[in-house]
């Protein structure tokens, strides 16, 4: 347990940062996931799940909960195994 009242503060604010980053995290993962299981299935919804998952990332990368050069990563690697899929 920290003893200065700044580290003391600095924790609370991290545990209060974790508890909001956490679910918008999960959301992006999630998404993810589903169009990657789709793809894989080779479902019909394919591109909607890719729509849906690089708006995720976006907004994760926008709320600084991924650097945007993974974003930017993501998205390359989705788009790429989408047009595998789509020819």
């Known amino acids: 347990m920290p003893i200065i009242k700044s580290a003391i503060e ?3 604010t ?7 980053n956490a679910p918008q ?3 992006m993962r999630t998404t993810v996931k589903q169009f990657e299981k789709a793809v894989t299935a080779g479902s019909d919804n394919v591109t909607e ?13 926008s709320k600084g909960l991924i650097k945007k050069n993974k974003a930017s990563r993501d998205k390359s690697r989705m788009a790429a195994r ?6």
Not at 14 to 20: I, L
Not at 50 to 59: G, I, K, L, M, P
């Open 10 to 12: 600095r924790a609370r």
């Open 25 to 27: 995290l999960s959301v």
């Open 82 to 87: 989408l047009a595998k899929v789509a020819k």
């Open 49 to 61: 799940l890719y729509r849906a998952a690089s708006s995720a990332v976006d907004h994760a990368a």
């Open 14 to 20: 991290n545990v209060k940062a974790s508890k909001r």
